[in-house]
């Protein structure tokens, strides 16, 4: 996508099984993997689908060790402004997830 063209890179990190995950681990190994390949801003999803209780899916975006530059935050889904809140304490862009519901 990047040699296409593309300025940045969305991505849903995934462990070795193909689930979705926003563990750490799994995070850290994709941005990093994404960052030795293209030079371009990285991000990643936090949509409920990956940790469906909201103060889980918060505590893993706490617990990240490797920070990607920007993280999607759907506005729809519970726990959306706190989300986006620990993501702006640790520097990370929030991307709006915007949903018309049609």
Known sequence: AVAAGATEVHVHPRTPCGR???????????VEAIRERVAVPVGVTTGAWTEPR???????VRDWTVLPDFASVNWH?????ELAAALLDRGVGVEAGLWSGT
Do not use: K
């Open 77 to 81: 889904e519970p726990g959306a402004e």
């Open 20 to 30: 979705e995950s926003l563990s750490p681990r799994v995070v850290a190994a994709t």
């Open 54 to 60: 909201p103060a889980a899916r918060l505590a893993r």
